[in-house]
């Protein structure tokens, strides 16, 4: 039985994010993945849309994902790759040689190109209200269409 584990704050689900988990669920038969907790984004100085819960939940609906634990700190990895019998640590290589003193192997993954949750929050936050607005007008006014024929 193969364990492998992995860290992040997952907000913004995207396909890196499930490029990454699949790859690493490929390496052996189980995939802990530890969701960054509210409060550790803050002592990370990250501020995710989503909260704990509701990323958490996300990331264990993934079918290539067995168990979902809180990261409540930068110190835990250590605890954790003993509790859980970890043989595998894998991350993106953007943490490229941060966590080699881990008690596992260590692996880093090359990272999916062009697309992070920063990126994805900075387009967001470009779209023009007005512009959502007459979508959801044009999609509701789809929507009725559809009702009036069922
Ligand atoms: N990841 C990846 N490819 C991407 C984006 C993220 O492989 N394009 C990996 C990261 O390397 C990390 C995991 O997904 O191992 C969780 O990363 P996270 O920081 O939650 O996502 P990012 O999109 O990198 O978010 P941010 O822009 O806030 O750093």
Not at 15 to 34: C, F, P, Q, T, Y
Not at 100 to 119: A, G, K, N, W
Request: hydrophobic share 40%; proline share 3%; charged share 25%.
């Amino acid at each position: 039985m193969t364990t492998v584990i992995t860290y992040g704050t997952f907000d913004l689900m995207h396909i890196g994010h499930l490029n990454l988990l699949e790859r690493l669920a490929a390496m052996g038969d189980e995939l802990i993945v530890a969701v960054s907790t509210d409060e550790f984004n803050q002592v990370k100085g990250k501020h995710s849309l989503f909260s704990y819960e509701e990323r958490a939940r996300l990331v264990g609906a993934l079918a290539c994902v067995d168990k979902v634990i809180p990261e409540h700190n930068w110190q835990q990895k250590e605890q954790d790759v003993k509790a859980y019998q970890v043989d595998i640590f894998g991350i993106g290589n953007d943490w490229q040689g941060k966590f080699d003193h881990l008690p596992c192997e260590v692996v880093y993954l090359e990272r999916t190109p062009t697309i992070s949750t920063t990126q994805l929050k900075r387009s967001l936050s470009q779209i023009d209200p007005e512009a959502i607005r007459q979508i959801k007008q044009g999609l509701d006014g789809v929507l009725n269409i559809v009702k009036a024929l069922e």
